[in-house]
Nanobody, 115 residues
């Protein structure tokens, strides 16, 4: 089992920045990929960015150039730096981990961007 605890969401004005953190614990040795998804009101869950084992990153198109994802070398944390935030970035952001046997999700953290 892997446990995930997110932090760092909140309210920010358009053009501002936020940093989300996700702390992983438990069977972290089984972790393969780490990253973030989001779900806006009335919309489907969508990929933000996932750091894939081996060094590549899968990106949602909207995130390229504005967001940065990083992970601890020991896989105890994954972070999302968001810049130039827009109102349509408003969503619940979920930490995501793909481990050897299954995927895990954090509880979600709300990000609200005001215009």
């Amino acid at each position: 089992q892997v446990q995930l605890v997110e932090s760092g969401g909140g309210l920010v004005q358009a053009g501002g920045s936020l940093r989300l953190s996700c702390a992983a614990s438990g069977d972290i040795i089984t972790i393969i990929n780490m990253g973030w998804y989001r779900q806006a009101p009335g919309k489907q869950l969508e990929l933000v960015a996932v750091s894939v084992s081996g060094g590549t990153t899968n990106w949602g198109d909207f995130a390229k150039g504005r967001f940065t994802v990083s992970r601890d070398k020991d896989d105890r944390g994954v972070f999302l730096e968001m810049k130039d935030l827009r109102p349509d970035d408003t969503a619940v952001y979920y930490c995501y981990v793909r481990a050897r046997l299954r995927a895990y999700w954090g509880q979600g953290t709300q990000v609200t961007v005001s215009s």
